[in-house]
């Protein structure tokens, strides 16, 4: 039984950063492309970055490059998304999702695709 389990969402001040992590468990895919997502209220749900675990090839959202940077630890199972200079439109429920065969040319954008996700924690920036 394959779960992802997100965790280090909360509340935090313009200009602040959160670490939301990501554990897989269950989960016999050591090579595949891992991602993070949010939806606001009343928004489509959004990419906001990937990573492939073997290599660690990552990609962005053009809005979040440069705030935001994926990270993995392949040894924990685990996904990272580390957010900084946090805007209040960032405010949103973030989704890690797993299983996709590979992240390039566009397609870790395809939410569709991913086989397995978590529950969500909920970012709030004021």
């Known amino acids: 039984h394959v779960q992802l389990v997100e965790s280090g969402g909360g509340s935090v001040q313009a200009g602040g950063s959160l670490t939301l992590s990501c554990v897989a468990s269950?989960?016999?895919?050591?090579?595949?492309?891992r991602a993070w997502f949010r939806q606001a209220p009343g928004k489509e749900r959004e990419g906001v970055a990937a990573?492939?675990?073997?290599?660690?090839?990552?990609y962005y959202a053009g809005s979040m490059e440069g705030r935001f940077i994926i990270s993995r630890d392949n040894a924990q199972n685990t996904h990272y998304l580390q957010m900084n200079n946090l805007r209040p439109e960032d405010s949103a429920m973030y989704y890690c999702?797993?299983?996709?065969?590979?992240?390039?040319?566009?397609?870790?954008?395809?939410?569709?695709?991913?086989?397995?996700w978590g529950q969500g924690t909920q970012v709030t920036v004021s």
């Open positions: 999702a797993a299983g996709l065969a590979y992240c390039s040319g566009g397609y870790w954008l395809a939410q569709d695709e991913y086989r397995h």
């Open positions: 269950g989960y016999p895919d050591k090579s595949d492309c």
């Open positions: 990573i492939y675990t073997t290599g660690g090839n990552t």
